[in-house]
């Protein structure tokens, strides 16, 4: 019976493979003509508005600030730096229920991602270009390459999410070798985020995609251990592994520390956090529909 269920599932993956939709990377096309440097003073203007994130119009600001830089420098740091920007672009319109906004933030992040991976990482994007697996390809990616990488994956979940669940199947390894190395190198990186990450990747394949609940649990605890301030992980265990096993008494335990924590704890990530507080306030009123 578990030899027929395993090809049971490798013959529905399969189908469900030609039906996804493919993110064109381009890996053997260069990133930009441009050979100017980074102007310094432009940039710090940019970064200032980027620490006032919590103001959505600020973070904007930013972001179009960093735009403007790219067009004149190839620079792996600030193509990084987009990709992060526009990524909590996504999540702020998530939250706001703003779909074609949001989907237009998230394929920016990923295109930023790219970029960046392009610049810090040529091995990886040479093997890519040579039709080498992510998988053997994104072991080459140095340390330095990893807010590139783990931005290209976040976003390219996301992204992937948004074209449905063949797609989101079609990538998923690759998202996960992708974390698994920036894990290898940096537990720690943006706030445990590794683990945060695969708490919630463990969460969401479990089933047919060949996730596990206990692994996602694992994880979360994990990334709460290393990076308590980090109001995310708590919500993101909540919305994935909480209401995928119905647990509703740990759901709404989760939720109501995030909403009672201190969104200061890590002034650098007071935007962030302050997000996550109104996430949380939104996933304990739905309580009932999903329990």
Not at 29 to 44: I, L, P, R, Y
Not at 134 to 163: D, Q, T
Not at 170 to 191: G, L, N, Q
Not at 265 to 289: M, T, V, W, Y
Request: overall charge neutral; glycine content about 6%.
């Amino acid at each position: 019976m578990k030899q027929l269920l395993t090809v049971v599932a490798v013959l529905v993956s399969s189908a469900l493979m030609g039906c996804a939709t493919q993110h064109s990377a381009k890996w053997d096309e260069k990133v930009t003509t441009a050979t100017g440097t980074v102007d310094a003073a432009a940039a710090g203007d940019a970064d200032a508005l980027w620490a006032a994130r919590k103001d959505a119009a600020k973070h904007m600001e930013a972001v179009a600030k960093w735009e403007a830089l790219a067009t004149t420098t190839a620079d792996a740091e600030l193509y990084a730096k987009l990709a992060r920007g526009w990524y909590l672009a996504g999540e702020r319109y998530s939250f706001e229920e703003k779909n074609e906004k949001r989907d237009e933030a998230y394929q920016k992040g990923l295109d930023w991602a790219t970029k960046s991976l392009k610049l810090s990482a040529p091995e990886f994007a040479k093997m890519m270009a040579e039709g080498k697996t992510h998988a053997e390809s994104i072991v080459k990616a140095p340390k330095e390459s990893i807010p590139a990488m783990y931005w290209y994956a976040s976003s390219l979940g996301k992204w992937a999410a948004s074209k449905g669940f063949a797609t989101r199947l079609r990538y998923k390894d690759d998202i996960k070798a992708t974390i698994d190395h920036v894990k290898s190198m940096d537990e720690m990186f943006f706030y445990a985020a590794p683990w945060r990450y695969l708490g919630g990747y463990e969460a969401q394949t479990a089933g047919l995609a060949g996730g596990s609940l206990d692994k996602s649990e694992e994880n979360f605890k994990k990334a709460v251990q290393l990076a308590p301030n980090y109001l995310g992980t708590k919500v993101l265990w909540a919305d994935y592994l909480c209401v995928k096993r119905q647990d509703k008494a740990t759901f709404e335990k989760l939720l109501k520390d995030v909403i009672a924590a201190s969104a200061t704890a890590e002034p650098e990530i007071e935007a962030e956090n302050l997000l996550e507080q109104e996430k949380a306030k939104k996933l304990l009123s739905q309580i009932d529909e999903k329990f």
